[in-house]
DNA sequence: TCGGATAGTTACAGACCGGTAACACCCTAG
DNA sequence: CTAGGGTGTTACCGGTCTGTAACTATCCGA
């Protein structure tokens, strides 16, 4: 076949790349780890020598894709240094970008839906990974000279997590598409106080 | 056993009341049919012959779990009867008590969430269903004297779509715990436009 | 009392699931 | 050249899934 990308990155990271692009599109119990393997050039041995189970590699799978999300942070003050509200601004059209190019949600939240068992591995790691999610929101808020910082952040949050399930249950031409309209009202009625 | 409900009841509607419940409880991909037909007192060969398959069952639940939250919309007129703002505010704290006691999200969301297949034919469900839901909230909105009411409408369902996700992600004492605070604030603004 | 509809029981088909065993292969470091 | 770690292949285990077949038991209305 002469891949390119399977001769060349490792096995372990071609599955995990895989994996994420595989659940985020069908979901974690639509997809086995024979589809996975297959999809990125490997089996299924392979994958069970560098995951002990599939519980573990979406565990993986879910840090890999918060850690994505967190990168895009460094672009937001790449391109506006230091001006935190621009950022704050920035950070609304990506949400909106997001919401017309992607028909599916948040990995985590989605996850969080379809993994019910209250022990479940990965739920720690989706509470720690959306705490550390509002964090960010939280210190750009008020990095902003935002008063009520917190309350504006979990709003936003709220409004984003609606936006992505709404694109899953209404299509991207719902609610969702408001998004911009929803949030620069809220930020300029907040700093208005 | 004397269950009660099982000599009462008929078969078709345990079933469709048990699946609800371990749909809601357990997300559809982790309740097979027999785990439901047992739950409701009964056996599988009884479900197929009163559902042509378990996609047409998921449509049912999904339809009966809709018309529930309808229903809730006849107390709202009840206690505050021609008083539109007042039903609103009523609307709001219900949203509240439900993200406060019920740990799971939206039937629908949920469904939308691990029903990936495109062409699934619970997907279509959802989008008229919760197009419903959407249009009794903005004729609310529009009632109660609002300028702008479909935008308030989309924000507050936005809102509460991601409150309950996060109610599944963050646990129910996270940012939901700010929705009536949110909500109120939203409302308000508004009314002053 | 009888007949038909409804419901329960057992067994099974065929597919898929996560996970493992045993063995052959190949590439690279020494 | 060689030894060994990483990888690929095949086959398999036990379990679960949706859906069906064939038969039996029960209840209700005429």
């Given at each position: 076949?002469?891949?390119?990308?399977?001769?060349?990155?490792?096995?372990?990271?071609?599955?995990?790349?895989?994996?994420?692009?595989?659940?985020?599109?069908?979901?974690?119990?639509?997809?086995?780890?024979?589809?996975?393997?297959?999809?990125?050039?490997?089996?299924?041995?392979?994958?069970?020598?560098?995951?002990?189970?599939?519980?573990?590699?979406?565990?993986?799978?879910?840090?890999?894709?918060a850690?994505?999300g967190a990168?895009?942070w460094?672009?937001?003050?790449?391109?506006?240094?230091?001006?935190?509200?621009?950022?704050?601004?920035?950070?609304?059209?990506?949400?909106?970008?997001?919401?017309?190019?992607?028909?599916?949600?948040c990995?985590m939240?989605?996850?969080?839906?379809?993994?019910?068992?209250?022990?479940?591995?990965?739920?720690?790691?989706?509470?720690?990974l959306k705490g550390a999610q509002r964090d960010r929101l939280v210190?750009?808020?008020?990095?902003?000279?935002?008063?009520?910082?917190?309350?504006?952040?979990?709003?936003?949050s709220?409004?984003f997590e609606?936006?992505?399930?709404?694109?899953?249950?209404?299509?991207?031409?719902?609610?969702?598409?408001?998004?911009?309209?929803?949030?620069?009202?809220?930020?300029?009625?907040?700093?208005?106080?």
């Amino acid at each position: 076949m002469a891949d390119g990308i399977t001769d060349r990155v490792r096995p372990r990271d071609r599955i995990l790349e895989t994996a994420q692009d595989m659940f985020h599109k069908h979901g974690i119990k639509g997809v086995g780890v024979d589809a996975i393997t297959e999809a990125a050039g490997t089996n299924k041995m392979t994958l069970y020598r560098h995951f002990e189970s599939k519980d573990e590699l979406i565990v993986q799978c879910l840090r890999a894709s918060a850690a994505k999300g967190a990168a895009i942070w460094g672009e937001f003050e790449a391109e506006h240094p230091g001006d935190k509200l621009a950022q704050l601004h920035a950070w609304v059209h990506k949400v909106a970008e997001t919401l017309a190019t992607d028909g599916r949600g948040c990995d985590m939240a989605n996850a969080a839906v379809e993994l019910t068992e209250l022990d479940h591995p990965a739920r720690s790691v989706i509470k720690e990974l959306k705490g550390a999610q509002r964090d960010r929101l939280v210190a750009l808020c008020r990095d902003a000279g935002i008063g009520q910082a917190e309350l504006l952040a979990d709003t936003l949050s709220l409004l984003f997590e609606g936006a992505r399930v709404s694109v899953q249950t209404m299509g991207c031409q719902g609610p969702s598409t408001q998004f911009v309209r929803m949030a620069e009202g809220l930020i300029s009625s907040f700093r208005a106080r």
